[in-house]
């Protein structure tokens, strides 16, 4: 092979080779594309999954508050009920108490104060 051969089949190897580097990264990158695109739609579909898990979770919470409310307002009518026992027992021995120095007054003649 003379001169121009050798030349011509270098510059034809160089441009094989650089047309199979540029079709293996435009593959690649087109590879790399649509796995990025997979990704991004399983991320997008857990970001669903995980805002409904959390509006269930805010459901829930809400549901406890009621409850909470619910044994609030029944504590509060179970504690008036007490109050109006302590009171009632107050009135008793305040009436008991009177009766006892109404007692010592007649028995004893002095009052007890």
């Known amino acids: ?3 121009a051969q050798i030349w011509t089949m270098i510059g034809a190897f ?3 080779m650089f047309g199979m580097m ?7 990158v087109r590879v ?16 669903g999954e995980l ?3 959390i509006h269930g979770v805010h459901g829930q919470i809400d549901g406890v508050r ?7 307002a029944e ?6 009920g007490v109050d ?3 009171d009632s027992m107050n009135q008793r021995i305040d009436g008991l108490d009177r009766d006892v120095q109404a007692l010592v007054k007649h028995t004893f003649g002095f009052d007890r104060d």
């Open 32 to 47: 790399l594309r649509g796995e990025l695109n997979g990704l991004r739609g399983q991320l997008n579909g857990l970001r």
């Open 51 to 53: 805002n409904g898990q």
């Open 14 to 16: 160089t441009a094989i």
């Open 66 to 72: 009621a409850e909470i409310g619910g044994l609030r």
């Open 1 to 3: 092979m003379n001169d």
């Open 75 to 80: 504590m509060n009518t179970k504690f008036d």
């Open 22 to 28: 540029t079709v293996v990264s435009t593959l690649f």
């Open 84 to 86: 109006r026992r302590f």
